[in-house]
């Protein structure tokens, strides 16, 4: 402005017409260019977000430009006053910034600070004021400054903040959940050789913390068993599969750990095959199912003795009949062979029905042998109908004991299964005696257990066991699976849970029905024939007799072996 104020007082004292001419052009292009600077440092000021200003700290005066009425929220018909802008602050940066603003017209120096003013219209906004003292004002403190709407930068700025602290705590949360799940989680370059592990995983393999693994190192570490299932895993993995594997891992410290693994390749990197996967460790969970197998075993074992413990009575007479009739034989026999002449085809004869009572009488004992002891459970071929004899044969005498006549329709086309013989003997034994059992408050001149077998689709077996007694009623039929629910004075309540498990583990299914057609109820099972069962050799292994292997020194041995 001053240098247009001379050129005025310059036009003014000029007498020339064409110099005033020109000066006339001069003025009016220079006072374009001024109206053109004026619209762009508008402009700008608005683009930016920033407002200029001139204070005097001594008159107190402001000279505002557009954008900072803008910013501030005021309205650009009154000029703004001193009061009105610390009316404006934000009560919690009041008195700072009024502190700041006081310090520096003081000392004349400059002034830079962040701070937040409320609206008229009550919205919290951040600016950034920075001034400083005109120089070539020497007679007292007038600031000249800009102030800018930092709102957004400082909103964008608390949300990153914001999110970055819950990335954090998700961060630590996840470790933490990692460590109560005892799962890790890995990245895996096929390629590279490079994995990229959680601290669970170290720990199962027993590595410190953070160390430079490779597929040799882990390879060495999983136990020589395993390998076998590992390497087909590498395999699939290697042609881009999804893997799931349990495995063991055996520390150096002999220790073992078992992990189930799971992971996929990562398809957002198309030309590396990079797997992402997770990693838990089973050890406890193994060895709670190791102790619950063992415990379920010990049970099946005790009611198996206690269903036997039904039949001794008739098991007495079962040995005490072939005896009886190898003495008589005997004597027989001598009393033949003393005759004169010895009747020595007579003799031979009863020699031979001594021979097939002795034999009779083993039979029962060696049954009974192998349904008393406790051997590891062995999975062979065998023939349910077989197996419905054998378990008759053994109980037919105290059935007829009870009056319960026992009826077979037993067909000859059903394939054999892979089973444990003893543990499909207990389940057939637990279902005819529990029929008995039913029919026994029956009155009923003769209860008739019906015992079928018969092949089903798909090369599974079934066996049903109907019989005509107390039926199932009002009961809720899955509670009978249930251990210990009994109805019976001096039951258990353990046969049909056992049962159920028994044949669970051998892929089948147990179930219990109350007759559609007269009184009663039938209990069945149903299981996969020899070859259906081959890929269920797993499952069948769930049931043993034997306690599994968990951490034992012998592994160290084992492996260097
Ligand atoms: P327990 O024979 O020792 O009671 P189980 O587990 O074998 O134990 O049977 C549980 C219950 O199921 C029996 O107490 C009985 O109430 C019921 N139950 C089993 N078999 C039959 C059946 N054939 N008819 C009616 N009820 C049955």
Not at 187 to 209: K, R
């Amino acid at each position: 402005m001053s240098e247009i104020t001379d050129r005025l007082v310059y036009l003014g004292s000029s007498q020339d017409v064409t110099e005033s001419k020109i000066a006339e052009e001069a003025l009016r292009t220079s006072q374009s260019g001024l109206a053109r600077a004026n619209v762009q440092l508008s402009a700008a000021q608005r683009l930016s977000q920033t407002g200029s200003f001139t204070w005097d700290a001594k008159t107190l005066e402001l000279d505002w430009s557009d954008e900072n009425y803008r910013i501030w929220d005021f309205d650009p018909a009154v000029p703004p006053t001193m009061a009105m802008i610390v009316d404006a602050f934000h009560p919690d940066d009041r008195d700072p910034t009024m502190a700041a603003i006081e310090e520096a017209a003081l000392t004349r120096s400059p002034f830079d600070a962040y701070f937040r003013i409320v609206t008229r219209s009550g919205a919290v906004k951040y600016l950034h004021t920075v001034s400083m003292p005109i120089p070539e004002i020497t007679s007292h403190a007038v600031f000249l400054g800009s102030t800018q709407d930092v709102t957004e930068s400082k909103l964008a700025e608390a949300t990153l903040k914001a999110s970055e602290a819950e990335l954090a705590r998700t961060n630590t949360y996840l470790t933490a959940a990692q460590r109560l799940s005892k799962t890790g989680t890995f990245m895996w370059d096929l390629e590279e050789d490079e994995h990229n592990w959680s601290e669970v995983i170290y720990q199962v393999f027993g590595f410190p913390p953070r160390t430079k693994v490779s597929m040799d190192m882990i390879a060495s570490a999983i136990h020589p068993e395993d390998m076998p299932a590992v390497e087909a895993l590498l395999r699939r993995a290697a042609i881009g599969e999804k893997f799931e594997l349990v495995f063991r891992v055996l520390r150096s410290g002999g220790e073992m750990r078992h992990a189930q693994v799971i992971g996929h390749r990562i398809g957002e990197i198309p030309d590396r095959r990079v797997f992402l996967g997770a990693l838990q460790d089973i050890t406890q969970q193994k060895i709670a199912e190791a102790d619950l197998n063992h415990a379920r075993a010990e049970l099946a074992h005790v009611a198996r003795v206690t269903a036997l413990s039904s039949l001794t009575a008739s098991i007495a007479h079962e040995v005490s009949q072939p005896l009886a009739g190898i003495i008589t034989n005997a004597n027989t026999c001598l009393r033949m062979l003393a005759a004169d002449p010895p009747n020595l085809d007579g003799a031979r004869l009863t020699a031979q029905r001594t021979i097939r009572d002795g034999n009779r009488a083993s039979d029962v004992i060696s049954r009974l042998r192998g349904l008393f002891t406790r051997k590891p459970a062995t999975f062979e071929q065998i023939n349910l109908n077989e197996t419905v004899r054998e378990v008759l044969a053994l109980s037919s005498t105290e059935l007829q004991r009870r009056r319960v006549i026992v009826r077979t329709e037993l067909l000859d086309d059903i394939p054999l299964v892979l089973a444990d013989r003893v543990q499909i003997q207990q389940v057939i034994l637990n279902l005819v005696l529990n029929a008995a059992d039913a029919m026994a408050d029956v009155e009923l001149p003769d209860g008739e257990v019906h015992v079928s077998s018969r092949a089903e689709d798909g090369g599974f077996v079934r066996l049903s066991v109907r019989d005509v007694g107390i039926g199932l009623a009002s009961q809720d039929v899955e509670r009978l699976f249930q251990p210990f629910h009994t109805t019976k004075a001096d039951g258990m309540g353990i046969g049909l849970s056992i049962s159920r498990s028994i044949i669970e583990a051998h892929g089948g299914r147990l179930w219990g029905v109350s007759n559609t057609s007269g009184r009663g109820a039938t209990f069945a099972f149903s299981i996969p024939g020899a070859l259906a069962a081959e890929g269920l050799s797993k499952q069948v292994a769930a049931m043993p007799e034997r306690v599994p292997e968990t951490d034992s020194p012998s592994f160290s041995e084992r492996r260097n072996g």
